[in-house]
């Protein structure tokens, strides 16, 4: 009993610290959502909470670095990567011990891994305006989204299966009337990016109109273009630097819009596109994209070139321009060369939700009290050779080393696995890429006609225009 009351004693003693601390500038900053004890109530140890040896050890500890407890809060801190967009089938998202079916708005935190069951589809929505789609049977970990002073930074590993990340870029679309291609998710969850169709009145004396060419899809882009000029004036010009790790290469750089296929066990393809193949106007500078190998000695980068389709080894030691697969590759990428809709959406989402990752200023306290990040510095190279790396440059520099290490070990030991396979006669299993990535896709993109809520007569719904049917039916 003398224990528990000096215990508490000085527990009673550390409370009036912290709210002296309060009051004081110096005192750690809580994180939105994070309670004020940075104790893990739910796994406290008993025998070692009550024991005053580990206590005392645990003090002296923290006395010798007084910053502790920043250090801590940021440690524990999860910040929000992003939003889930939509799923056609199953889609899964792995956090921690658990996982869960995500839904439209659904938050990703950093840390988690999503999939696509299956025959499944995804579209993700992260912070910066980046937009990723995942086809069947892939897998991706968000790892971390950091706001930096000039730039934002999203570090996301590429797991198995066919990705696609398209970063926002301020440039506008070039205004064309030819039909959308990713047609699998209409209605989309969003219902406001839903396209207007342009149906037209029946008119005994104007039935010429009937026949017409319709505009639906041009009047898309419009309205696309007109929310990009509206958003230009939020973003300012920010860049993202997106680091992009696959088993067996590490791609890196500004703004990337990039397609990975990654087979796990075997090969990678990935093309990068360029502002032309995105579809966007004339007189856009492209970024560059930078390739990292593996290997433990292999520290050097290596510009990607846009708009063809390459291919790395399993080892990731060489690659080369695919020369196998292209046809197959070829018709998965058709599936999302025009998809304005989407970029709607991912529009109206940058307006609703981005407006922290984009600020001129800065205060970090207001970051992280009231949107829960932490801010970071800049990638720009310091002006002076002797002046101090920001914590994002070493941040950077950490991943490029950790990465190339871990997954170049994960690679060895994959290969001597496999050839302790050949020798007893069995073989490794491995992802071969085949016509299921997108043959829903493409179906569907044959089969559709044009997304309407009205009869072909015109007449309007009732059902179309209650909130609840749309909720029933996924419109939203």
């Given at each position: 009993m003398k224990m528990i009351a000096i215990l508490f004693m000085l527990a009673l003693g550390s409370l009036g610290v912290a709210q002296e601390?309060?009051?004081?500038?110096?005192?750690?900053v809580i994180f939105k959502d994070q309670t004020r004890s940075s104790t893990r109530w739910g796994e406290v140890n008993l025998d070692s909470f009550l024991s005053f040896k580990d206590w005392k050890e645990q003090t002296d500890e923290k006395s010798l670095a007084p910053e502790w407890e920043s250090i801590v809060r940021e440690r524990n801190n999860r910040e929000i990567v992003g939003r889930f967009f939509q799923c056609v089938g199953v889609c899964r998202v792995d956090r921690g011990q658990s996982f869960f079916n995500p839904g439209f708005r659904s938050s990703l935190f950093e840390g988690d891994e999503i999939q696509t069951i299956g025959d499944s589809y995804a579209w993700i929505f992260l912070f910066d305006g980046t937009m990723v789609r995942l086809a069947p049977e892939s897998s991706i970990n968000l790892n971390e989204l950091n706001i930096g002073v000039k730039e934002n930074f999203i570090s996301a590993r590429v797991n198995a299966g066919n990705i696609l990340w398209l970063s926002r870029a301020e440039a506008l679309f070039e205004e064309q009337n030819t039909r959308e291609t990713e047609v699998l998710f209409f209605p989309l969850a969003l219902y406001e990016a839903?396209?207007?169709?342009?149906k037209k009145p029946y008119?005994?004396?104007?039935l010429i109109e009937l026949v017409e060419e319709k505009v639906?899809?041009?009047n898309q882009f419009k309205t696309l273009n007109s929310l990009i000029e509206k958003n230009n004036k939020l973003t300012k010009g920010k860049p993202t630097y997106a680091f992009i790790v696959v088993p067996n290469?590490?791609?890196?750089?500004?703004n990337p819009s990039v397609e990975i296929v990654s087979l796990l066990g075997g090969k990678t393809y990935f093309k990068k596109r360029s502002p032309e193949t995105l579809g966007l106007k004339k007189g856009m500078e492209e970024e560059d994209l930078f390739l990292q190998i593996r290997g433990f000695e292999n520290k050097d980068l290596t510009k990607v070139q846009s708009d063809?389709?390459?291919m790395m080894d399993e080892k990731g030691r060489n690659y080369a321009k695919a020369t196998e697969n292209t046809n197959w590759l070829t018709m998965g990428e058709f599936i999302t060369k025009r998809i304005p809709s989407l970029m709607v959406a991912r529009e109206l989402m940058v307006e609703k939700y981005s407006e922290f990752a984009f600020r001129e200023k800065y205060d970090p306290y207001v970051l992280a009290t009231q949107n829960g990040y932490r801010l970071w510095g800049s990638l720009k190279k310091p002006e002076t050779a002797d002046a101090k790396k920001s914590d994002l440059e070493s941040r950077l520099d950490f991943l490029k080393e950790y990465f190339r290490r871990i997954e170049t070990t994960n690679l060895t030991v994959s290969s001597h696995f496999?050839?302790?396979l050949k020798e007893r006669g069995e073989a490794l299993k491995t992802m071969d890429y085949g016509s299921y990535f997108f043959i829903k896709a493409l179906d569907k993109y044959y089969s559709f006609e044009e997304y309407t809520d009205e009869k072909e007569s015109g007449e309007t719904l009732n059902?179309?225009?209650k909130n609840l049917w749309k909720r029933m039916h996924g419109i939203r």
């Open positions: 601390a309060e009051n004081n500038e110096k005192a750690p839903n396209p207007v169709p342009d008119d005994e004396n104007a639906t899809t041009l290469m590490t791609l890196m750089g500004y063809e389709w390459l496999s050839e302790r059902s179309t225009t």
